[in-house]
Structures are given as C-alpha cells and as structure tokens.
C-alpha cells in the first residue's frame, strides 16, 4: 500500500487539503497500478513550534503582509494593557506610544498536543528602545498560542515591560 506525507505551509483549510489528498490519490494510483482505495495520503502542515517562531521572527521585521499568512480569519491577540486587537495594524499602532521597537530573544518555545489544536507557549526575553531613545533589555516575556487547522487563532502576551518603563 503507497503512503505518502504531504507537508503544506501555513492557509490551507481542511477542503483544500482534501481536495489535493483526493488529487494525489489519483496520481499515486494511476502510476503505481494501485486502486485508489489502497492509498494512504496524509496532509499535514508545518510544526507548530515553527511556524509561532517564524510568525513572531516576521512580525519583529514588521512583513505584516507575510505575518497574516499565518493567521485564521478570527485571530485575536491580547497584550498587557491592550484588550483584544484583531489586527496586526491595531497592533503596531497601540504599540507606537509604548516602545520604538521590541526584540525578542527566545529561551524555549514548548508544544502541548490538544484535541482542538496545539497550544504552543514561547518564553524568553525582550529588548529594544523606549519612545525616548533609551534602550532596554532582560525583560521577561510570554506568549501563548492557539493554533488550529494550521493557523493562528489566538495569542495572549504577559511581560514586565511595564515594571521595566523608565520613570
């Protein structure tokens, strides 16, 4: 019996994968002299751990364009202090006022398989400047996300960049 693997990037909803399993069943059939009902295909898309760390690599180079291809339709962020955003725009913007630019460091990022999708939890530090200029670094950070069918659909942030802020 022919098994194969598919890998896909992230955006690819459960009919599109369906669609290209039922595509390639026929290929792998019709090549191989198989029937059909004896191929195995399986779709799968990116890991988990990667695919927060590359979003969160985009979003720090501000390619907001390419940071939405990881992101469900109902995606919702919440940061300390910002309430639910729903856009990567409103993000950037409620970031203005509080820092000129935020790095961010990362220790470990750890997986925990879910029936309704994996929750993937990203810890490390941050660094970057102040609106004023200053610079600062070491501040704790966390973040949580919800990953379903592939993509983002939630993330929650918890940081000390607030007991960090110069006075």
Known sequence: MPMLQLNLPPGYNNELKQQLANAVTAAVAEVTGTEPGTVCITAEGPDPA????????????RELDHARNYLAD?????FPGSGELTSLEQLVEWGKGRYRFVKKTIASVDVAPRVDGPLVIVHGTLSGEWPDGRAFSGVRFIDRFEVRNNQLVRQDVWNDLANAQPR
């Open 50 to 61: 990667q695919m927060v760390t590359d979003f969160l690599m985009t979003m720090e180079r």
């Open 74 to 78: 109902e995606f919702v962020m919440t």
